[in-house]
């Protein structure tokens, strides 16, 4: 089983520390959520791990294998794969194009289609005309198609309909049961726990939780104090 490991991770924007200290860790296979009001630091956490953001210090490993020092196209190729909370699509081309786009040599759509079948019948449309769940569900498809073992989605949920959102969430949890490691970012704690393995809580840029998703889940008071920057007994 494959491991994403996060040691003592720091990122800063414009000098400031935005995540300080971070150590958390993934498993393939599982949803592992991370939690936190806005602002906690949660998207440049993720950004960290892909990339998309240069850390600061700390340790980012798959496998053992590190990949601080790495670009992000070579993260990629190392099996991680980032869905950003903007949707961002080739909005001119149609949904079929833009998942061919991101097939590697001798692979398909399919994958992705088997996923989100509901999206077969939109596939000659610019994904620009495409409603907000189409489009989550087109880059979430999208990232797959570059056959990773851990995806980091953030925020899948904003500004979407709740029977969407649902929607999300049963394609999330099924990629984990068939093997794919998941970090998700999201800010709706309730959402995210049903189809947890691991909870993590960040609140200004540090990790104030860790635990099975399933009790955080049910102590709600709990959960309430760690969105509210509350001292807590349990956790971390």
């Known amino acids: 089983m494959s491991v994403l490991s996060l040691a003592d991770v720091t990122v800063e924007r414009s000098g400031l520390a935005v995540v300080r200290d971070v150590s958390l860790r993934a498993d393939q296979g599982a949803v592992t959520v991370l939690l936190?009001?806005?602002?906690?630091?949660?998207?440049?956490?993720?950004?960290?791990?892909?990339g998309a953001t240069p850390i600061a210090s700390g340790t980012i490993t798959l496998d053992g294998r590190r990949l601080d020092g790495l670009r992000a196209?070579?993260?990629?190729?190392?099996?991680?794969a980032h869905v950003e909370q903007d949707r961002a699509v080739f909005r001119d081309l149609t949904l079929r194009e833009n998942l061919l786009a991101a097939c590697r040599r001798g692979t398909t759509p399919d994958r992705?289609?088997?996923?989100?079948?509901?999206?077969?019948?939109?596939?000659?449309v610019p994904a620009g005309l495409l409603s907000g769940g189409e489009q989550q569900m087109l880059v979430v498809g999208?990232?797959?198609?570059?056959?990773?073992?851990?995806?980091?989605?953030?925020e899948m949920s904003l500004g979407l309909a709740p029977i969407v959102v649902e929607r999300l969430a049963a394609a999330v949890r099924a990629l984990a049961d068939d093997g794919v490691g998941v970090l998700l970012v999201e800010q709706f704690a309730a959402l995210a726990l049903r189809i947890a393995d691991r909870a993590y809580v960040m609140s200004r840029g540090r990790i104030v939780y860790e635990?099975?998703?399933?009790?955080?889940?049910?102590?709600?008071?709990?959960l309430r104090g760690l969105y509210?920057?509350?001292?807590v007994e349990s956790g971390v």
């Open 112 to 124: 992705a289609l088997d996923l989100f079948p509901e999206l077969r019948k939109q596939l000659h």
């Open 142 to 154: 999208r990232a797959l198609l570059g056959e990773p073992r851990f995806l980091l989605v953030d």
């Open 211 to 222: 635990g099975d998703g399933a009790t955080l889940r049910a102590d709600h008071d709990l």
């Open 36 to 50: 936190g009001a806005n602002g906690a630091g949660k998207t440049t956490l993720l950004e960290g791990v892909s």
């Open 73 to 80: 196209w070579r993260r990629a190729r190392a099996g991680i």
């Open 228 to 231: 509210l920057g509350e001292p």
